[in-house]
């Protein structure tokens, strides 16, 4: 079955635009997360939504930062004024629960240039 | 909180060495444990999970058990190989409001040498 898949593939773009990012979960997966890898780097969390409930937003590193999920399906990463230190990849995951445990599942990720 | 940490890479091996990769946790519930891999130029995968206390999860030869009175969940391989060079990901998942969620450690680089 198809996966979870993020466009665009690679993003350049110039200082000060924003920038949008998507998020194609696999169906049927109740939660998506948001992070960010930058080069050589670890995993930063940036967002987390859980089916209906309000989203954990608590890693978001600005408030030019924002994320939606519509009809608890998609979801949109959005970067206003982008700056270089922006640059990064970012990936998205989707998880599913069965048997009280939580198993993610991530996409290829969206490699952002902000020059 | 919850948190994760694993040792710090990157870790360079010959091929055919054998691999430790350290990760403790901390939780407050029964968290379920799991070993992600990020492959060069790919997307993080799953490569093992243990659900409860000295379970063992296992696969393509890397092993990890779930030791709860060490808060451990250390990834070993008995002889890697190159094409084992990739960053690998500790992580914990715990029940959390409305659902589960994951937290991951900081990544280990590893590199193989032929």
């Known amino acids: 079955g198809a996966g979870v898949s993020q466009s665009p593939s690679n993003k350049v773009t110039e200082k000060g635009k924003d920038v949008e990012l998507r998020c194609d979960p696999i169906?049927?997966?109740?939660?998506l997360y948001w992070y960010r890898q930058s080069l050589g780097q670890g995993l930063e969390f940036l967002i987390y939504f859980q089916g209906n409930s309000a989203p954990d937003k608590s890693g978001l590193p600005s408030d030019r930062f924002s994320a939606e999920r519509t009809g608890g399906s998609v979801s949109t990463l959005t970067i206003q004024r982008t700056q270089q230190e922006d640059s990064a990849v970012y990936l998205c995951?989707?998880?599913?629960?069965?048997?009280?445990?939580?198993?993610?599942?991530f996409g290829p990720g969206t490699r952002l240039l902000v020059l | 909180g919850n948190s994760v940490t694993q040792m710090e890479g990157p870790v360079t091996l010959s091929e055919e060495a054998f691999l430790t990769i350290n990760c403790t946790y901390t939780?407050?519930?029964?968290?379920?444990l799991f070993w992600y891999v990020q492959y060069p130029g790919e997307g993080l995968q799953l490569l093992l999970k243990?659900?409860?206390?000295?379970d063992k999860g296992s696969n393509k030869g890397f092993e990890a058990t779930y030791r709860k009175e060490t808060t451990s969940f250390h990834l070993e391989k008995g002889s890697v190989q190159v094409s084992d060079s990739a960053v690998y990901f500790c992580?914990?998942?715990?029940?959390?409001?409305?659902?589960?969620?994951?937290?991951f450690g900081a990544g280990t680089r590893l590199f193989v040498k032929a």
């Open positions: 939780a407050t519930g029964y968290p379920s």
């Open positions: 243990a659900t409860k206390a000295d």
């Open positions: 169906s049927g997966h109740t939660a």
């Open positions: 995951a989707s998880s599913f629960t069965k048997g009280g445990v939580e198993t993610q599942y």
């Open positions: 992580a914990l998942s715990d029940i959390n409001t409305g659902g589960f969620k994951t937290i």
